[in-house]
């Protein structure tokens, strides 16, 4: 999952001469976060609604609306913008994003291309949209929670028993986070299934590996074994 198929491409950018109050109001005219900030068409850096707030709370207390209005009309975007920020290229996953923004403590960032231009903007709601995508639950099915042995087969022995039951498999995914040596936490959401078979299903998953938990999104059911 690239970040080229998952940015927002048509974000807008800005001009570091232009005011806070251009700023705003392209935000809330475009519903972003972010804004790139351009001289001479080549980034210098990134302006985001956190900076905006700082610098409202940090300028404009207390103050009458015509001192606030003129503030904001004063205050130039390269004065408060993040400089040298963080970018990415579109070819990183979407994994690779998400670490960067936890490590830098950031929403979003500028997607630059190999020459150097602005081609799009890659932020949590991105991030988020490509999450649920992947897991599948816009499906609306069922998923399951097991601890499998870290071995060759494991997996299978147990998507071999759901689609016994007729169960269309829409993802899988596997995590060492939180698991015992030897095993791995492994999750699998699934749709088609027979909600009066349930119970049998869950007996005979419950043979091949421990269930951690089952959420049926159809039905709101949420159920923990261990």
């Not at 940015?7 to 392209?26: E, H, R, T, V």
């Not at 095993?183 to 078979?197: G, K, M, P, S, T």
């Not at 091949?208 to 261990?226: N, Q």
């Amino acid at each position: 999952m690239l970040v080229k198929y998952w940015m927002k491409k048509d974000s807008p950018c800005i001009d570091g001469s232009a005011s806070m109050q251009d700023a705003m109001d392209l935000m809330k005219q475009k519903g972003v976060q972010t804004l790139p900030v351009l001289k001479n068409g080549k980034l210098v850096g990134v302006l985001t609604d956190r900076d905006v707030k700082r610098a409202s709370a940090s300028d404009a207390t207390a103050l009458e609306i015509r001192e606030l209005l003129y503030l904001l009309s004063s205050i130039k975007v390269a004065d408060i913008m993040t400089k040298n920020p963080v970018t990415v290229p579109p070819n990183y996953s979407l994994e690779e994003v998400a670490s960067l923004m936890l490590k830098n403590n950031i929403s979003g960032a500028p997607v630059v291309n190999d020459q150097g231009e602005v081609v799009g903007v890659i932020g949590q709601k991105e991030v988020f949209k490509a999450l649920i995508s992947v897991t599948g639950l816009e499906k609306r099915g069922v998923q399951f929670a097991f601890q499998v042995e870290d071995r060759p087969g494991s997996i299978k022995e147990v998507t071999d028993v759901i689609r016994g039951y007729g169960g269309r498999l829409v993802s899988i995914l596997t995590s060492y986070e939180r698991a015992p040596a030897g095993y791995r936490n492994l999750y699998v959401r699934a749709f088609q299934i027979d909600r009066d078979r349930m119970r049998d299903l869950v007996r005979d998953l419950r043979e091949k590996a421990p269930v951690l938990y089952m959420v049926d999104h159809r039905e709101d059911l949420r159920e923990e074994y261990v």
